[in-house]
């Protein structure tokens, strides 16, 4: 079945390039000339207005390639870093390279590197699970990244035991579990914000509520979210079990589990290394990428080593090799989080400075919108005292009206669901007790929900 599938993928991606406007590495980016951003300073939980757009801005194809120009801004608001990161999300006026016909690499995996190593779908960058820091065994200290001194060989050089961004720089993510390095905002995992995981790892959300791309819902299969340097899609925590999109929705698994392990002298394949730190409070289990090892799983609902698998998804109903953002049963980000440690396919994507071939621009149709159903919305609390929030399970491709009535048909307060956003609040301490209306619309349909407030 595997062999089929890939088959099918790579003749439909090749197609794909030539009627270019079916390729979902196209029509799938955020497009936005309009909203610009919002971030949080530490101590504040009013956001403070920026003046540099969100999302992406245009997008350009030609026979081979797809050019999403952005600003590296979400539309949810970014910040505070509480880790000390003197750096805020600023304009990196970017333009995203992909292949619109990515093949399998059947020599040696290309391994993820630091920095940039994929984009999202409204123009944020995706990181690995690095965050530049590893250990040095002639100090017994750690090396690299801001604050320590270098590592042996550089910041280039593989060491033995490099540490893991995710449980090591927790206290510096934003509510969207994202941060900025020297201003380039990235994610090195599901982008979904901290207070909607069901066991809730960071309180940054209490302060400084945000959201971010998508939220989590085990009943649908995830959208599509971004897409890595091997022109390959990636998607959300959850798919079709089978690879031939049957057998129901289930939580893509990742193929890594941590090492029963005390001492850290040998590697994921027991080869003797350098010595790291002992596994302790300090240097706990998973603190380095090297405490994990992939171990296969026949069940088609576990990842590859790249984590990843060839199956059929909404947008490829033929079949594509795709990357998920792995969680754990309590929607945490787990090993290796999104696309690594290595690649599936051959890299040939990239940031670059300019368009240097002719292409045709792309006209979004994401103003083409889907009736609103009632259960796409969650509403709570229900009734509310202080604050009143909605959250929608699906992608929202365009900004959508809500609107709070009162009981006597009234509007006392509006808000928007904005592109790329998933969460819309309303601060209700002023507001009387009594039942209210919340009305949103798309512009192609109208969903009402009764809600009280009761202080």
């Known amino acids: 079945m595997k062999k089929i599938l890939k088959s099918i993928a790579f003749s439909t991606l090749f197609l794909a390039g030539v009627n270019a406007q079916t ?8 497009q936005n000339n309009i909203i610009t951003g919002s971030h949080y300073l530490q101590g504040n939980s009013t956001p403070i207005a920026d003046a540099v757009l969100v999302n992406v801005q245009t997008v350009q194809y ?12 979400p539309s949810y608001v970014t910040g505070p870093f509480l880790d000390g990161n003197p750096s805020f999300a600023s304009d990196q ?30 123009g944020v960058s995706l990181f690995d699970y690095r965050d530049g820091v590893a250990w040095n065994p002639n100090t017994n200290a750690l090396c690299g990244g801001p604050g320590n001194p270098p590592c042996p060989g550089g910041p280039q050089a593989n060491q033995d035991w490099n540490r893991d961004a995710i449980p090591a720089e927790k206290a510096g993510f934003d509510c969207a579990k994202g941060h900025p390095a020297m201003g380039n905002y990235h994610h090195h995992q599901n982008p979904s914000a901290f207070n909607l995981d069901l066991a809730v790892i960071s309180n940054i959300c209490d302060l400084y509520l ?19 340097y091997d022109g390959f899609p990636i998607y959300g925590a959850y798919g079709y079990k089978n690879l031939n999109g049957t057998g129901g929705i289930t939580r893509m698994k990742s193929g890594y ?16 290394v350098s010595s790291g730190p002992n596994v302790s409070t300090t240097y706990p289990i998973g603190y380095f990428r090297e405490d994990n090892e992939f171990i296969a799983n026949a069940s088609p609902d576990y990842l590859d080593v790249h984590n990843g698998r060839v199956c059929v998804t909404p947008e490829y109903p033929n079949g594509t090799y795709a990357y998920f953002a792995t969680v754990d049963e309590d929607w945490n980000s787990t090993y ?6 290595t690649f599936y396919g051959t890299v040939t994507g990239s940031k ?26 969650t509403v709570y609390p229900n009734p509310a005292s202080d604050l009143l929030m909605i959250q929608i399970k699906t992608k929202v491709e365009e900004n959508m009206l809500v609107k709070l009535h009162d009981i ?5 307060a509006e808000k928007q669901f904005l592109q790329g956003s998933t969460i819309v609040f309303f601060e209700t301490e002023v507001l009387y007790d009594g039942i209210y209306i919340l009305e949103i619309n798309n512009g192609k349909s109208t969903v009402r929900k009764q809600v009280a407030i009761q202080h």
Not at 96 to 121: D, M
Not at 257 to 272: E, F, H, K, L
């Open 62 to 73: 030609s026979t081979n390639w797809v050019y999403a120009s952005t600003k590296g801004i």
């Open 352 to 377: 670059v400075t300019s368009v240097s071939e002719p292409t045709t621009t792309y006209a979004s149709t994401a103003g083409i919108v889907e009736v609103l159903k009632e259960n796409d919305f």
């Open 408 to 412: 006597k048909g009234k509007m006392v």
């Open 336 to 341: 290796p989080y999104v696309v690594g440690p």
């Open 93 to 122: 006026n970017a333009i995203y390279k992909i292949s619109l016909n990515p093949v399998q690499n059947t020599g040696t995996a290309a391994a993820t590197t630091p920095g940039n190593i994929g984009v999202f779908i409204n």
């Open 257 to 272: 589990s941590q090492r029963n392990i005390t001492v850290r002298n040998t590697s994921p394949t027991g080869a003797s």
């Open 23 to 30: 390729n979902p590495a196209i029509f799938s980016w955020l």
């Open 210 to 228: 945000a959201d971010g791309l998508y939220v989590i819902d085990s009943t649908v299969h995830s959208p599509l979210i971004g897409f890595a």
